[in-house]
């Protein structure tokens, strides 16, 4: 029943997000300052991790090819298939999940403890509204991040393959070129934006629901980081299964 509570919660909160708008001068501001802090301040990390998660992903796949039958430039393919379809959507957001998600429900729960958010109500401020609509709007941009991922991870597979000696720079780019389906661009960037959402409201929950004091907020923080990686493994089968399944 508690699972069940929560979750009529949650949606309860996305609803009254949207009810008594702050003034669009305050909101503004709020924005641009969450787009630096969840985008902007994720970029370094997000481009740390693609470059060199796509050249072990060439790697590895040049290890497993050592058929001679096999031509290689299917090294370039499965580094492209890889990065676009599973690594940099589903992946990335899982590490979001800990960088974003536990600085959105810690930023959110220290509120709560420090009464902050009780003088918003007090002041007749929708404080959904106030913490939580800025930062969805924020990580609505949150694609464009998953976009370099995607640059980044083929171009680090590229130097992995040329400089360590696994294939040719030519057939590299022919595995890149090979098959290419747009509707793949299509369906990653729709599952970026769908756990763009997650990553702002279900550590926004966490953090504005929550009871106690500071050691309460880190709980709050592990706790978010849980079940916004869970919400988005389970939203990544079922995503997968209802666009790219026969």
């Not at 008594?20 to 503004?28: A, D, I, L, N, Q």
């Not at 060199?52 to 393919?77: E, H, M, S």
């Not at 899982?94 to 420090?114: L, N």
Request: proline letters at 3%; a neutral charge.
């Amino acid at each position: 029943m508690a699972y069940l509570h929560n979750i009529g919660s949650y949606f309860l909160m996305i609803a009254e997000m949207f009810r008594k708008p702050t003034k669009w001068s305050v909101m503004k501001q709020l924005i641009l300052k969450d787009i630096d802090d969840l985008i902007i301040g994720s970029l370094g990390i997000i481009a740390f991790i693609s470059f060199f998660v796509g050249g072990v992903i060439t790697i590895q796949t040049a290890l497993n090819i050592d058929n001679p039958l096999i031509p290689k430039y299917l090294v370039g393919f499965a580094t492209r298939q890889s990065v676009v379809l599973e690594f940099a959507p589903t992946f990335t957001s899982i590490i979001m999940a800990g960088k974003v998600g536990s600085f959105i429900t810690s930023s959110i729960g220290t509120m709560r403890v420090t009464e902050q958010i009780d003088a918003l109500e007090v002041m007749g401020i929708n404080s959904l509204n106030y913490l939580v609509f800025p930062k969805t709007i924020a990580l609505m941009l949150y694609p464009f991040a998953i976009a370099i991922g995607m640059f980044l991870g083929i171009l680090g597979g590229m130097a992995a393959c040329v400089y360590g000696g696994y294939s040719t720079l030519a057939d590299y780019i022919v595995g890149i070129q090979t098959d290419f389906e747009v509707f793949h661009i299509i369906y990653s960037f729709i599952k970026t934006f769908i756990f763009a959402i997650v990553l702002a409201t279900i550590p926004s929950f966490h953090g504005y629901y929550m009871k106690g004091g500071a050691l309460e907020v880190g709980k709050a923080s592990t706790t978010s980081f849980v079940w916004t990686a869970v919400v988005i493994i389970l939203l990544n089968y079922i995503l997968t299964d209802m666009m790219l399944g026969q």
